[in-house]
């Protein structure tokens, strides 16, 4: 059974910046991509930056030059540093991440989702 494990949202004002992380565990054989996104009150879930297992990144351009992708392959985690947040960023976070849990058994997990709110 794999989990991924958000942390790190919150209140903050608007121009503030917050850390997200997420953490997956259980019966991991590897980890592909990892990503990010964002799902509004009464809005579709959308991406917010996804990274390669060699660390290549994308971003969606409403956050580029803003957030910052990042990954810790040793402790299966991905990071989310977020800069010069701004009300339109308020939303539910969501990390996934394309993990091989056996030589031919391969899926996509979602994590719980993390509320971060900006206040102007």
């Known amino acids: 059974q794999v989990q991924l494990v958000e942390s790190g949202g919150g209140l903050v004002q608007a121009g503030g910046s917050l850390r997200l992380s997420c953490a997956a565990s259980?019966?991991?054989?590897?980890?592909?991509?990892m990503g990010w996104y964002q799902q509004a009150p009464g809005k579709e879930r959308e991406l917010v930056a996804t990274?390669?297992?060699?660390?290549?990144?994308n971003y969606a351009d409403s956050v580029k030059g803003r957030f910052t992708i990042s990954r810790d392959s040793a402790k299966n985690t991905v990071y989310l540093q977020m800069n010069g947040l701004k009300p339109e960023d308020t939303a539910v976070y969501y990390c996934?991440?394309?993990?091989?849990?056996?030589?031919?058994?391969?899926?996509?997990?979602w994590g719980q989702g993390t509320q971060v709110t900006v206040s102007s």
């Open positions: 996934n991440a394309d993990i091989q849990t056996g030589t031919y058994v391969r899926n996509v997990y």
């Open positions: 990274i390669s297992i060699r660390g290549s990144t």
């Open positions: 259980g019966s991991i054989f590897n980890i592909n991509d």
